[in-house]
């Protein structure tokens, strides 16, 4: 039987080439989603691995090889991962029966036709095989052909590890854009593995105090940060701070304490580490040092005798240092030197001393030069000078090749105390500071003593009395006047002043002396006038203050009429009367009381008695009253000698008549005299040998006696001599005469029409 076979839509090798491109479709599928999990997976392990070296270098401030070994570790696995997740896979291959097989498993109701479909049209069976290969393509092609096995492929891992890697490379990414400084920083330390390249610390100590020396120069300036640029104090050049020369010496004086003082920007860590190695003897060791306020700490190293290295870290902090500290003697001053320059008025030369003592008393206005030298070279010295005014400081001028001397020069116008300060290239200052006092001789106004005779305080209009000047001067006079002030008795009128000059007064000579017989007449005062005057004298000063000027005593008296000053001198000559009564009295006393004296008495007796002693005392006591009453009688004569009066009292109208004033002085003045020195002293002799017992009773009795008598005559003498109120009588008769003609004359002239300045002469 003859079978007729009709032909089918789907051939088996039809259907095995259909089924074999959808499976390609889905290989290639397959291997895109492999390769985009494999490079998920690389990013995030890439990133992991970045972010945990910076986890690690930015907490530990890794040394190269760790971050060497990190980056050698990191690299290794992302090329594992390249080779497994990449490489491989993309070598991998994915045969249509396994591919088919998965389609299978994802569609069970297939029961393994797919994989029969895909085999038989690769077998190409003949005869009747053929016809059952052909009728099952026919029957199950369309239901093969409608699976589309490229939806079955599911990406979700893919997708999962895709997500997660665009993720972790977008954190990345976001990261290193909003901190660029950190991302860079990574980048040079565990990429390009830079040594150079430090991250910034939460922590950064600066230690105070150290010091920064200039290369050109070797001026030493404060601390200064590494790379700032600033003038150097000594040369003027721009000095750039070497990082590896930054700040990281001190000196101190040798045996003195060093204090470390650090300070914390930043995060303040609770302690400070100071590492330190001596030099000489190779001591080491570290202190932790606590913060004495919050950010602060303080360490001190005493006494030390040798150079010491120090280092300081803590916290997060980068080792800082070496700080080095050498020991250095302190500089002295060797010598000390003082010249003085008194002001050239003074005529006094230079006073150089060297090594001068503590204190030195200068003439006022001196100018005074220090000198000095050091131990040491110096980089400036100064003197503080402290008077009654603020202190102030003085720059010495540093000098000698050495550098080693200074000068420095001021004026002493008071007392001044100096200092003497200097610091050498390292700012170490002595220890003891040389001090000096000046006091200033201030130079006094020249002393001058005007002596005047004669004068008591009122005058006539042509009194003439003697002037004695003298003056002195430490350095030399410049002149000399006698100063007078004129005030007329109308208010109206200003007072006058007029200098006459001294020529007696030689400029530049210490000392002058002057005798004047001054004449009022010449001055014309009308009475009324007060007439004050003085010496005066200034010496050569001509510094500041200009020259100085002494005066006198102020002598003031009142111009008077003739009739006004000889009743002044008779209340005087009357007062003088009175006051010898009152002697006379007291001598009587005497002679009553040595009356009483009984030599011839017992012991009892002589106790009740006056003492002989006490009236000798009492004796003397009177005598100089006697003598008080000659002089002023004395004067009161010279007085009137010198206003002009004494014509007053001569002889009248009879010739040969002796002037009154010159019997005063023999009548009166005279015996006084005696009485005074001769007659009262031996009365107060006797009386003291008495009380001694060497003397006679009888003896002072009579002594005593005789010089009471010529009290008594005295006394009658000065009654009689009432000349002052005779001439005051007489004068005042003058003086009516002449008023009564003066307004006689006045009535002439009016009546007559001869008035002052009119017609009539």
Same mark, same amino acid.
Not at 92 to 107: F, K, T
Not at 129 to 137: K, R, T
Not at 435 to 461: H, Y
Not at 497 to 517: L, N, P, S
């Given at each position: 039987?003859?079978?007729?076979?009709?032909?089918?839509?789907?051939?088996?090798?039809?259907?095995?080439?259909?089924?074999?491109?959808?499976?390609?479709?889905?290989?290639? $599928?397959?291997?895109?989603?492999?390769?985009?999990?494999?490079?998920?997976?690389?990013?995030?392990?890439?990133?992991?691995?970045?972010?945990?070296?910076?986890?690690?270098?930015?907490?530990?401030?890794?040394?190269?090889?760790?971050?060497?070994?990190?980056?050698?570790?990191?690299?290794?696995?992302?090329?594992?991962?390249?080779?497994?997740?990449?490489?491989?896979?993309?070598?991998?291959?994915?045969?249509?029966?396994?591919?088919?097989?998965?389609?299978?498993?994802?569609?069970?109701?297939?029961?393994?036709?797919?994989?029969?479909?895909?085999?038989?049209?690769?077998?190409?069976?003949?005869?009747?095989?053929?016809?059952?290969?052909?009728?099952?393509?026919?029957?199950?092609?369309?239901?093969?052909?409608?699976?589309?096995?490229?939806?079955?492929?599911?990406?979700?891992?893919?997708?999962?590890?895709?997500?997660?890697?665009?993720?972790?490379?977008?954190?990345?990414?976001?990261?290193?854009?909003?901190?660029?400084?950190?991302?860079?920083?990574?980048?040079?330390?565990?990429?390009?593995?830079?040594?150079?390249?430090?991250?910034?610390?939460?922590?950064?100590?600066?230690?105070?105090?150290?010091?920064?020396?200039?290369?050109?120069?070797?001026?030493?300036?404060?601390?200064?940060?590494?790379?700032?640029?600033? /003038?150097?104090?000594?040369?003027?050049?721009?000095?750039?701070?070497?990082?590896?020369? %930054?700040?990281?010496?001190?000196?101190?004086?040798?045996?003195?304490?060093?204090?470390?003082?650090?300070?914390?920007?930043?995060?303040?860590?609770?302690?400070?580490?100071?590492?330190?190695?001596?030099?000489?003897?190779?001591?080491?060791?570290?202190?932790?040092?606590?913060?004495?306020?919050?950010?602060?700490?303080?360490?001190? +190293?005493?006494?030390?005798?040798?150079?010491?290295?120090?280092?300081?870290? &803590?916290?997060?902090?980068?080792?800082?240092?070496?700080?080095?500290?050498?020991?250095?003697?302190?500089?002295?001053?060797?010598?000390?030197?003082?010249?003085?320059?008194?002001?050239?008025?003074?005529?006094?030369?230079?006073?150089?001393?060297?090594?001068?003592?503590?204190?030195?008393?200068? /003439?006022?206005?001196? $100018?005074?030069?220090?000198?000095?030298?050091?131990?040491? $070279? +110096?980089?400036?010295?100064?003197?503080?000078?402290?008077? %009654?005014?603020?202190?102030?400081?003085?720059?010495?001028?540093?000098?000698?090749?050495?550098?080693?001397?200074?000068?420095?020069?001021? &004026?002493?116008?008071?007392?001044?105390?100096?200092?003497?300060?200097?610091?050498?290239?390292?700012?170490?200052?002595?220890?003891?500071?040389?001090?000096?006092?000046?006091?200033?001789?201030?130079?006094?106004? /020249?002393?001058?003593?005007?002596?005047?005779?004669?004068?008591?305080?009122?005058?006539?209009?042509?009194?003439?009395? /003697?002037?004695?000047?003298?003056?002195?001067?430490?350095?030399?006079?410049?002149?000399?006047? +006698?100063?007078?002030?004129?005030?007329?008795?109308?208010?109206?009128?200003?007072?006058?002043?007029?200098?006459?000059?001294?020529?007696?007064?030689?400029? &530049?000579?210490?000392?002058?002396?002057?005798?004047?017989?001054?004449?009022?007449?010449?001055?014309?005062?009308?009475?009324?006038?007060?007439?004050?005057?003085?010496?005066?004298?200034?010496?050569?000063?001509?510094?500041?203050?200009?020259?100085?000027?002494?005066?006198?005593?102020?002598?003031?008296?009142?111009?008077?009429?003739?009739?006004?000053?000889?009743?002044?001198?008779?209340?005087?000559?009357?007062?003088?009367?009175?006051?010898?009564?009152?002697?006379?009295?007291?001598?009587?006393?005497?002679?009553?009381?040595?009356?009483?004296?009984?030599?011839?008495?017992?012991?009892?007796?002589?106790?009740?008695?006056?003492?002989?002693?006490?009236?000798?005392?009492?004796?003397?006591?009177?005598?100089?009253? %006697?003598?008080?009453?000659?002089?002023?009688?004395?004067?009161?004569?010279?007085?009137?000698?010198?206003?002009?009066?004494?014509?007053?009292?001569?002889?009248?109208?009879?010739?040969?008549?002796?002037?009154?004033?010159?019997?005063?002085?023999?009548?009166?003045?005279?015996?006084?005299?005696?009485?005074?020195?001769?007659?009262?002293?031996?009365?107060?002799?006797?009386?003291?040998?008495?009380?001694?017992?060497?003397?006679?009773?009888?003896?002072?009795?009579?002594?005593?006696?005789?010089?009471?008598?010529?009290?008594?005559?005295?006394?009658?003498?000065?009654? $009689?001599?009432?000349? +002052?109120?005779?001439?005051?009588?007489?004068?005042?008769?003058?003086?009516?005469?002449?008023?009564?003609?003066?307004?006689?004359?006045?009535?002439?002239?009016?009546?007559?029409?001869?008035?002052?300045?009119?017609? &009539?002469?």
């Amino acid at each position: 039987m003859t079978t007729t076979s009709t032909s089918s839509p789907h051939t088996a090798r039809d259907l095995a080439l259909k089924i074999e491109a959808r499976l390609a479709a889905v290989r290639s $599928r397959l291997r895109l989603l492999l390769m985009a999990e494999g490079v998920a997976v690389i990013v995030l392990a890439a990133v992991a691995a970045a972010f945990g070296s910076y986890v690690l270098d930015r907490g530990l401030t890794l040394a190269w090889s760790s971050r060497a070994a990190g980056l050698a570790i990191a690299a290794a696995g992302v090329g594992v991962l390249i080779w497994r997740m990449l490489l491989t896979r993309s070598w991998i291959e994915l045969p249509d029966e396994e591919l088919a097989l998965l389609v299978e498993r994802r569609h069970p109701g297939l029961a393994a036709r797919l994989v029969s479909a895909l085999q038989l049209g690769r077998s190409a069976p003949t005869g009747a095989s053929a016809e059952l290969v052909d009728a099952f393509s026919a029957e199950e092609g369309p239901t093969l052909l409608a699976l589309n096995p490229v939806d079955d492929v599911a990406p979700g891992r893919a997708l999962g590890w895709g997500g997660g890697g665009a993720a972790a490379l977008l954190l990345a990414i976001g990261l290193a854009s909003g901190y660029p400084d950190e991302a860079t920083i990574w980048a040079q330390r565990n990429l390009m593995l830079r040594s150079d390249v430090l991250w910034p610390r939460a922590t950064r100590f600066i230690v105070e105090g150290f010091t920064y020396a200039c290369a050109g120069c070797e001026y030493v300036h404060a601390a200064f940060d590494a790379g700032e640029r600033f /003038p150097c104090h000594g040369c003027d050049a721009i000095v750039e701070v070497d990082p590896e020369r %930054t700040a990281t010496t001190r000196r101190i004086p040798k045996g003195d304490d060093a204090t470390l003082v650090i300070d914390a920007i930043g995060r303040f860590p609770p302690h400070a580490r100071v590492l330190y190695e001596f030099e000489e003897s190779g001591a080491s060791g570290h202190a932790e040092v606590g913060a004495i306020v919050p950010g602060r700490y303080s360490h001190k +190293l005493t006494g030390l005798t040798e150079p010491v290295t120090v280092w300081i870290d &803590g916290g997060d902090a980068d080792r800082i240092g070496p700080y080095r500290i050498e020991v250095e003697a302190r500089p002295w001053i060797e010598e000390l030197g003082v010249t003085i320059t008194p002001p050239a008025y003074t005529g006094l030369g230079e006073d150089v001393r060297e090594d001068p003592p503590g204190e030195l008393a200068v /003439p006022a206005g001196s $100018r005074i030069a220090l000198t000095g030298r050091a131990s040491k $070279r +110096l980089r400036k010295a100064w003197v503080d000078i402290t008077t %009654t005014e603020a202190p102030k400081r003085l720059e010495a001028t540093l000098g000698g090749e050495d550098g080693r001397s200074f000068s420095a020069s001021f &004026g002493v116008g008071e007392g001044v105390e100096v200092a003497i300060g200097a610091k050498d290239g390292w700012h170490l200052e002595p220890e003891r500071v040389p001090r000096l006092r000046f006091d200033a001789l201030p130079d006094t106004a /020249p002393e001058v003593e005007l002596a005047v005779q004669n004068v008591s305080d009122i005058v006539t209009a042509v009194a003439e009395f /003697p002037l004695e000047v003298s003056g002195k001067d430490d350095y030399g006079l410049a002149g000399g006047v +006698l100063a007078f002030t004129l005030a007329p008795p109308d208010e109206e009128v200003e007072p006058t002043t007029e200098r006459v000059a001294f020529e007696e007064v030689v400029a &530049g000579e210490k000392k002058f002396a002057a005798t004047r017989t001054w004449s009022l007449a010449a001055l014309a005062p009308e009475p009324g006038t007060f007439l004050s005057f003085q010496a005066e004298a200034t010496d050569q000063r001509d510094i500041e203050g200009g020259p100085n000027t002494g005066r006198s005593q102020v002598f003031s008296v009142r111009v008077v009429t003739r009739e006004e000053f000889l009743a002044a001198m008779l209340q005087r000559q009357q007062a003088e009367a009175r006051e010898f009564e009152k002697i006379v009295a007291g001598e009587e006393r005497l002679e009553a009381l040595l009356a009483v004296i009984d030599p011839e008495g017992d012991d009892a007796a002589a106790a009740d008695q006056p003492d002989p002693g006490a009236l000798a005392r009492s004796q003397m006591g009177l005598a100089r009253r %006697t003598g008080g009453v000659a002089d002023r009688l004395e004067r009161l004569v010279a007085e009137m000698h010198a206003n002009g009066v004494a014509d007053d009292f001569g002889g009248g109208e009879e010739e040969g008549e002796e002037n009154r004033l010159d019997l005063l002085e023999k009548e009166v003045i005279a015996p006084l005299r005696a009485l005074e020195r001769r007659q009262l002293p031996g009365v107060s002799a006797s009386l003291d040998r008495l009380a001694a017992g060497t003397g006679e009773h009888a003896e002072s009795t009579r002594l005593l006696a005789e010089a009471l008598g010529q009290m008594r005559k005295i006394l009658t003498r000065m009654a $009689r001599h009432e000349t +002052l109120a005779e001439v005051i009588t007489k004068l005042e008769a003058l003086l009516r005469t002449e008023r009564e003609v003066i307004r006689e004359t006045e009535k002439v002239r009016k009546g007559t029409g001869l008035e002052p300045g009119g017609d &009539g002469r």
